[in-house]
């Protein structure tokens, strides 16, 4: 099988197993263990942030962050195809009583003008606005990066509006090894970031949330409290902590591959596919005369994993653990199923 299903399903490597295995560890709840301490100093210095805490999930991250942030009955605005409104099982409404405001971005990327109207400011019926919230690369919309400059703007905004800015950054090093921009610069517009070094990075799990001391004290006591406070876990930083020194570079590899694919697919006529979305490791593609459920069962019985994109579309994400070889064969499934 050619699993193209996401960046998550790689398995960790002999070296990685290594580095697991030899790892110093301590109790986490005490603050003990030397490899996440290591591992969260590490990312709060590459982030340039003064602190970090380590987390289970991306999801995670991403909710202590907006839960620090907000009060319930808070709104949080959001592209309309963001993982927070689509992905975290209505964790915004349980976890913190508060509301997304989704709006509609062009590729999961939004401008400050369209932002600006939707920030509630006067009356005292209306939920408050209280974050802007940004996610690079953008999953749902096909792994594309967001522009310096409409970080930039809705930072501006943001502090215009006396609001918060997180960054979903499951992907940010994605977005880095593309751009040549730093974790440091992009990091610098946020209040908070959540970062994972369990998608392209590969390792079997692992997040991280990234802030102000003051903040990241707060994330510490909500984690304890979501039930995320954990023991000897430098056994599995440690997996996070080589993932971030030795995968990040690697990347490269996997956009080259998503490019090749997505070439192919755009020969194919009964294939419809959105160059200009093609940045990093995830493509979307629409067939035109199967359904995506009958594309993904067939490829599936020919041997290559996909998911479904959005509502009408396929997904396809390189990893570590596909080669050039895996890359033509998943090709030539695909030709074969859209003849
Ligand atoms: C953009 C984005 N944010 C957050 C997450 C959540 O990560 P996890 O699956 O580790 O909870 C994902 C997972 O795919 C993601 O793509």
Wanted: with cysteine; net charge neutral; proline share 4%.
């Amino acid at each position: 099988m050619i699993d193209l299903r996401s960046d998550t399903v790689t398995k960790p490597s002999q070296a990685m197993r290594k580095a697991m295995a030899e790892a110093e560890v301590g109790d986490d709840v005490f603050k003990e263990d030397p490899t996440v301490n290591k591992l969260e100093e590490y990312i709060a210095d590459l982030l340039g942030k003064e602190a970090a805490l380590y987390v289970p999930s991306g999801v995670m991250g991403n909710q202590l962050c907006l839960n620090i942030l907000t009060e319930p009955g808070d709104e949080v605005i959001c592209d309309r195809e963001a993982h927070i409104f689509n992905y975290e099982s209505g964790s915004p409404a349980r976890l913190s009583g508060i509301q997304l405001y989704p709006i509609d971005g062009k590729l999961g990327i939004l401008t400050a003008e369209q932002v600006e109207p939707y920030i509630r400011t006067t009356a005292y019926h209306m939920p408050r606005t209280k974050v802007i919230e940004v996610e690079n690369t953008h999953n749902r919309a096909g792994g594309t990066i967001w522009p310096m400059e409409n970080i930039i703007a809705l930072k501006n905004l943001a502090k215009k509006h006396k609001l918060y800015f997180h960054l979903d950054g499951a992907r940010i090093w994605n977005a880095c090894i593309e751009t040549g921009i730093s974790p440091k610069e992009y990091a610098s517009h946020f209040d908070t970031i959540s970062c994972c070094f369990s998608k392209g990075l590969g390792a079997p799990i692992g997040s991280a949330i990234a802030s102000s001391k003051e903040f990241i004290k707060e994330a510490y006591r909500v984690r304890k409290a979501w039930g995320g406070g954990m023991r000897q876990v430098g056994i599995l930083a440690a997996a996070s902590l080589y993932a971030v020194q030795h995968n990040r570079e690697r990347l490269k590899e996997d956009h080259r591959r998503a490019k090749i694919l997505a070439e192919r697919i755009k020969l194919n006529t009964n294939l419809e596919i959105n160059m200009e979305a093609v940045q990093t490791n995830i493509l979307l593609f629409k067939p035109l005369k199967k359904t995506p459920a009958d594309g993904m069962k067939l490829c599936r019985e020919k041997g290559l994993l996909l998911t479904p994109g959005t509502i009408e579309s396929l997904r396809a994400v390189t990893h570590l653990d596909v080669n050039d070889d895996d890359i033509m064969k998943a090709g030539d499934i695909i030709d074969e199923v859209f003849k």
